[in-house]
């Protein structure tokens, strides 16, 4: 195991560093897909960094293309897990977030997405956890805010309700469920139900498919702010870009042009006989009309008069 200097834009940051702070390359994108729950993940460790800006936050890695990102203390790891790791071999999914606490560290929450989540879906956890880290620099435990838990799934349910998704309650359960279907967000109460994960989140496969297309869950001890800053994200309606060849089959219906395609040039249409006769007609009439002067009338004739005689002087008379 390897760790990476924390200054991520120094002469020591590595490729990856480098790759994972920058983003992902979307030079390449060629479609919009909406809704951005159907995008699809991506394989390497790009988008879902991008937030962590604070200095606060350190990197490491490993040779087996894990990458993680802690604060100091390691209060707050989010990890992409593409192998089994030693820093967390218990890991569930590709990502992970943990939130620990005390001395021996214990874990207080923690959250996963599988490999097709969107990455600017976990951009956004992410990124509420930076504004964490940020709003409490300089108090004694600055990150206090990102491990206490504040339960009140009510302001969850209202991300949903603004974006018009169905939202229903039947003893233990709570769901959410989007117009088309496709997404459905259930919370089950632990208190009652004795389940840590208490948050759900599945995406169907358009295509039918029995295998989710992705998941994401988040436990009971969850800031109820993480949470949100989840729906938020996956209730957004904006697009986000992607290759088309990075679609699957089933998702790629909901893909349109990044670029709309260049016009193709139309033949030039081939004169019919019968126009070409008009067109020589029209031609003929319209010589004709510049031949004749201006001041013929085709009625009159014009009558040139005669030049005047030259006159010759008298000679003198003697």
């Known amino acids: 195991m390897t760790s990476t200097p924390p200054d991520t834009t120094g002469p020591g940051t590595s490729a990856l560093e480098r790759h994972v702070r920058e983003g992902r390359d979307t030079s390449g994108d060629d479609v919009l897909v909406a809704p951005r729950y159907l995008a699809g993940g991506s394989w390497s460790p790009t988008d879902a960094f991008v937030p962590l800006t604070h200095h606060y936050w350190h990197d490491m890695n490993d040779e087996l293309g894990n990458f993680y990102i802690t604060t100091m203390g390691s209060q707050l790891r989010v990890a992409f897990v593409p192998e089994a790791s030693e820093l967390m071999p218990d890991a569930t999914a590709l990502w992970q977030i943990r939130a620990r606490d005390g001395w021996p560290p214990r874990e207080v929450w923690s959250a996963a997405f599988t490999d097709d989540t969107p990455p600017e879906i976990i951009a956004a956890v992410t990124a509420e956890l930076d504004a964490t880290v940020t709003a409490d620099h300089g108090r004694e435990r600055y990150i206090d805010r990102g491990i206490t838990h504040d339960e009140d799934p009510a302001q969850v349910w209202e991300v949903f309700r603004a974006a018009k998704w169905q939202v229903t309650a039947s003893g233990f359960l709570a769901h959410a469920q989007s117009s088309d279907e496709l997404v459905r967000v259930a919370y089950r109460d632990p208190r009652r139900v004795g389940r840590d994960e208490a948050w759900l989140a599945t995406v169907r496969d358009p295509g039918g498919a029995r295998r989710p297309l992705w998941e994401a869950w988040f436990h009971s001890a969850t ?32 893909a349109t042009p990044l670029h709309p395609p260049a016009p193709v040039p ?40 005669p030049a005047p005689l030259a006159t010759v002087p008298a000679r003198p008379v003697r």
């Open 223 to 254: 800031p109820t702010r993480v949470v949100r800053a989840f729906a938020a994200a996956l209730t957004d309606p904006a697009p986000v870009s992607r290759e088309a060849e990075s679609l699957t089959a089933s998702c790629r219906p909901y």
């Open 266 to 305: 139309q033949p030039a249409a081939v004169p019919t006989p019968l126009e070409l006769a008009h067109r020589l007609r029209n031609r003929a009439t319209a010589l004709q009309a510049v031949s004749v002067p201006r001041w013929f009338t085709g009625t009159t004739t014009r009558t040139i008069p």
